[in-house]
C-alpha cells in the first residue's frame, strides 16, 4: 500500500535545492515522523487496475489509462477505460501482474493496482487489497456491479460459478473526470500533483473516446469552448510539444494568445502561426489579467513551473480563471485530450444514450 493515503505532504522535487526547501518545511511541520524518498519516474504513463478474486481464479474488471501522466495523484487525474496508448502486448503483462499478485497476495475479494509504463516497462507502484475509489466507475464502465461480486467472493462461491473469468471487454468508452472545489477555497492554487486535491468523480460514455471526454468535463463543471481565444503559456519543459498543441489549436479555429518564451517555442517549429504576443505579469504588465477579467480569453492552458508560490505569474493566471469559471487546462496530456474533444464536438453528432443501453449493446455482442 501507499506509504501515506492521498498523496499527503508529497512533493516532486527536481535538484538539490528544491530538495532543501522540501525537507526545512518538512523537518518543521513534522520533526519526529520519517521521510520517504523514492525515485520517479518521469514521463510515464499510469494505469489503475481494479480486480478480484477467488483465490484461485482472478477477474479484471478494467484497465484504467491515466490520461495526466504520473506524478498526478490516480484521484485527480482522468482516466479512460479502455486503454488508449497501450500495445496487447503491455496490457498482456498488466494482466499477468494482476493475475500473479492477486494469487500471492491470497487476495478473496477486491484488489486494485497501480501500475506505470515507461518505454515499454511496466512497473508496479502499490498493490491494495481492498476496494479503490475507482469501483463505481468500473462498474458503471462495464456494466457489473463488483461490490457486489467481490462480496460474494468472499461468501465463498467462485468465479466460475459467477461466470467471470479474465477481463472483461467494452465496446464503448468512459472517461472519469475529477471534481475539484478550488471555487469553495479562495486563495488555493488549481495545479495538479501528487497530493490528491479532489472531492469527486464524474464520467462521460459514449462510442468515441473525444465525446466520452467532452462529456466529463460537462458533468465535472467546465464545458470545454469550441472557439474563441485560447492563452497558452507552458513552463520551459513543456516548450518542444506546446507548437503541436497550438497548431491544433489553430487549426480549430482559435485564435492564440501566449506569453513570449511559449510563443517563440511555436514559431520555431510552426512560423506561419498566428499568435497575438503578451507579456508577463511578472515584467509589469496587467493585460493578460485585464483580458480575463473581461472575458475575453475562452480556454487557458497553464503548465505550471517546478515548485512556484502565489507571487508567480501561472498562480495568478490559473487562480483567476478558477475565480471567473473560464475553463483551463493545467497539463499538456490534458491539452491534447481536450483537443481530440473538441474536434469531435465541431464535427457534431452527439447523441446521449442510457447506461443500460451501452450494457445491452455489450451483452448482445457477447452473446452473439
Known amino acids: 500500500p501507499s506509504f501515506v493515503l492521498g498523496g499527503r505532504a508529497m512533493e516532486i522535487v527536481h535538484d538539490e535545492d ?3 526547501t522540501y525537507m526545512d518545511e518538512a523537518v518543521s511541520v513534522s520533526p519526529e515522523h520519517p521521510i520517504l524518498i523514492d525515485s520517479f519516474l518521469d514521463n510515464a504513463v499510469e494505469l489503475d487496475v481494479d480486480a478480484a478474486s477467488d483465490g484461485k481464479e482472478v477477474f479484471i474488471g478494467a484497465i484504467m489509462e491515466h490520461i495526466e501522466q504520473a506524478g498526478v495523484h490516480s484521484g485527480d487525474s482522468a482516466c479512460v477505460i479502455p486503454p488508449q496508448s497501450l500495445s496487447p ?4 503483462r498488466v494482466e499477468e501482474y494482476t493475475r500473479a499478485i492477486a494469487l500471492e497476495l491470497k487476495v478473496v475479494g477486491l484488489l486494485n493496482i497501480q501500475y506505470a509504463v515507461r518505454d515499454g516497462t511496466v512497473y508496479v507502484l502499490e498493490a491494495n487489497p481492498r476496494a479503490s475509489r475507482t469501483i463505481p466507475y468500473v462498474s458503471k464502465s462495464i456494466g457489473l456491479p463488483l461490490a457486489k461480486i467481490a462480496t460474494k467472493l468472499m461468501l465463498g462461491q467462485t468465479l466460475a460459478e459467477l461466470g467471470l473469468i479474465g477481463r472483461k471487454e467494452i465496446s464503448h468508452y468512459t472517461v472519469k473526470e475529477a471534481v475539484f472545489p478550488f471555487i469553495k477555497l479562495p486563495g488555493v492554487d488549481p495545479k495538479l500533483g501528487p497530493e490528491m486535491k479532489s472531492t469527486g468523480e464524474v464520467m462521460g ?24 481565444k ?10 518542444a510539444k506546446i507548437p503541436e498543441i497550438a497548431r491544433d489549436f489553430h487549426e480549430l479555429g482559435f485564435e ?15 512560423p ?28 487557458i492552458l497553464n503548465t505550471p513551473t517546478k515548485g512556484g508560490t502565489a507571487s508567480r505569474d501561472g ?13 483551463y487546462i493545467t497539463t499538456i496530456a490534458g491539452a491534447k485530450a481536450s483537443i481530440k474533444a473538441i474536434k469531435r464536438m465541431k464535427e457534431g453528432d452527439v447523441h446521449i444514450e442510457s447506461l443500460e443501453a451501452y450494457h445491452s449493446i455489450n451483452s448482445k455482442q457477447e452473446s452473439a
Open 18 to 20: 528544491e530538495l532543501k
Open 89 to 92: 502486448s503491455i496490457i498482456k
Open 205 to 228: 460514455i459514449d462510442d468515441d473516446v473525444g465525446l466520452a471526454f467532452f462529456k466529463s468535463q460537462i458533468s465535472a463543471g467546465m464545458t470545454l469552448p469550441t472557439s474563441g
Open 230 to 239: 485560447t492563452f497558452l503559456s507552458v513552463r520551459k519543459d513543456d516548450f
Open 256 to 270: 492564440l494568445i501566449a506569453t513570449d518564451g511559449t510563443a517563440e517555442a511555436v514559431r520555431k517549429k510552426h
Open 272 to 299: 506561419d502561426i498566428p499568435i497575438r504576443v503578451v507579456r508577463k505579469i511578472s515584467e509589469g504588465s496587467t493585460e493578460i489579467l485585464e483580458m480575463l477579467y473581461s472575458k475575453d480569453i475562452d480556454l
Open 315 to 327: 498562480y495568478k493566471i490559473r487562480r483567476a480563471s478558477v475565480d471567473l469559471l473560464i475553463p
